[in-house]
């Protein structure tokens, strides 16, 4: 069974940063692309990273590009999405979620955990 556990979210001032993670089990992670995806209050799911099975090709919804990292350790089995220069905007529930296929291909996930939550107010 495909388990995704994420952490790292929490209350952040507009301008800072957080690192959220995911640690992945039931499944050979190394094998997957893998992904980010928010849903803001009232709102449907966006599509935020993905990543490449072996971490060589990441991309990103145009509203996070140039403040969003997304990243992995295979050895670990965990996601990782370094965000910066946060914005209220950004305000939303951050899922990871597993890719269908080795490589990375935009909105092409399954499986996704509880996520964890990000808020960003002064």
């Known amino acids: 069974e495909v388990q995704l556990v994420e952490s790292g979210g929490g209350l952040v001032q507009p301008g800072g940063s957080l690192r959220l993670s995911c640690a992945a089990s039931?499944?050979?992670?190394?094998?997957?692309?893998m992904h980010w995806v928010r849903q803001a209050p009232g709102k449907g799911l966006e599509w935020v990273s993905g990543?490449?099975?072996?971490?060589?090709?990441?991309i990103y919804a145009d509203s996070v590009k140039g403040r969003f990292t997304i990243s992995r350790d295979n050895a670990k089995n965990t996601l990782y999405l370094q965000t910066n220069s946060l914005k209220p905007e950004d305000t939303a529930m951050y899922y990871c979620?597993?890719?269908?296929?080795?490589?990375?291909?935009?909105?092409?996930?399954?499986?996704r955990g509880q996520g964890t939550q990000v808020t960003v107010s002064s």
């Open positions: 990543i490449s099975n072996g971490g060589a090709r990441t």
């Open positions: 039931g499944f050979t992670f190394g094998w997957y692309s």
């Open positions: 979620a597993k890719g269908r296929s080795a490589s990375v291909t935009e909105g092409d996930f399954e499986s």
